[in-house]
């Protein structure tokens, strides 16, 4: 008898959606069909869209040495609610960054005590960390994240060339991806100066000084680098059409690169920006309606591999003022990626299942998730897509209630979400025991992205 039966949802596997039901024994998928017997637990899922739970690629929960910015506990707790079952911590803003063995096995210790959902953790690259690498590659780092423009912390400062040559070299013999924050930094520090030094201090003011291009000539450049040392290369939250197209061209040209966009470049214009102020900076910013529109389109014919969250929250006093260059710069909202995609009616629950879970789990080697079907860990988020809900407060379970997306309402609601068979979001309810565990990439294979065409 399995311990658990799922009833009568519709069912997104990779060969397609269905009317079935889900056995579950001892946290992992038995079997997908119609009628199945009885189980010890038995779950309703009638008129509800059973999806893969949501692998959220990008986040910084803070934690250790920040913790009162996010924590894993309340991060994790957010992203069930958002029918998110795992997430990949980055380097920063905690504290010590993870860039050496010691700071990654403080780093895990305090989120296997503290994290409702599995989690993995990338590791740093920054000027003199790429002797580290090896080490950090044996605990099970998912990858390398490095800036090419300031992170805004001396402690995590920008990778220059070499040191990005350097650690895609070792990259490539390692098996592991480098993730890039690409943003040009003399061009976006150059505009800022500029901009300071007359005065002009408002959200217009930071737009224009981290333009389009500034993304077009990372992208373009970090992936010939790619390309000369063999690295793996992972683009984070890439925020224009333009810096997609960058990156198609660097993947025809060989370079094995995978591209992320973010919820908020696609629900956000530099509109919304202006209007809603400091609790909409972020880096790279967001774009103009046509950039927006861009992305959308190259979502929608499979050019995006995978949308995050980019969750970066901050103390409230951190995002307030009139200096838009000296306020903190992060959007939370880790409840809402799997919203934002729910809202598009033309959008294939198969797309969504590959963008929020499929391609995370095979590009980045996570054994037994990102699929449901028979033999991967039970992660499901149960959808009510008859449903709607306008986002408030009361729904937020991130430590601080800042988010560009309250007063919105979304079509579709998360209902429930399921880590291994087991209930870590019904209805608004969270458990208190922390379920989530370390996982560490496979290595044995590295899933390329698919070609454009």
Known sequence: MPDLVI?????????????????????VIAEIAPGLPGGT???DADGLLVLPGLIDIHVHFNEPGRTEWEGSATGSRALAAGGGVMFFDM????SPCTVSAAAFDEKRAALERSSLTDFALWGGLIP????????????????????LSNSGLDEFPRADDLTLYRGMQKAA????????????????????????????????????????IAEVEAITRA?????????KLHIVHVSSGSGVVAALEARERGTDISIETCAHYLFFTEDDACRLGAVAKCAPPLRSRSERDALWDLLRNG????VASDHSPAPPTMKTGSDFFAIWGGIAGVQCTLPVLLNQSDFDPGQIARLIAGFPAQRFQIPNKGAIEPGNDADFVMVDMAASVTLGVEHLHQRHKLTPYLGTTFRGVVKRTLLRGQTIFHDGAIPDEPHGRFV????????????NT
């Open 173 to 212: 013999r390692l098996g592991l991806p480098v993730a890039l924050h690409a943003e040009n930094e003399e061009i976006t520090s150059g505009l800022a100066r500029e901009a300071i030094a007359q005065g002009r201090t408002g959200m217009r003011d930071y737009l224009q000084s981290r333009p389009v």
């Open 223 to 231: 992936a010939a680098i790619a390309r000369e040392t063999g690295a």
């Open 7 to 27: 009833r009568n949802g519709t069912v997104v596997t990779p060969a397609g959606s269905v009317i079935a039901d889900v056995a579950v024994e001892d946290g």
């Open 91 to 94: 380097p920063l803003n905690s």
């Open 303 to 306: 050019s995006i591999d995978v």
């Open 41 to 43: 637990r038995e779950m």
């Open 128 to 147: 003199g960390s790429v002797d580290a690498m090896d080490d950090l590659a044996g605990r099970g780092v998912i990858g390398f994240k490095a800036f």
């Open 440 to 451: 560490r990439p496979t290595l044995s294979t590295y899933a390329k992205p698919r070609t």
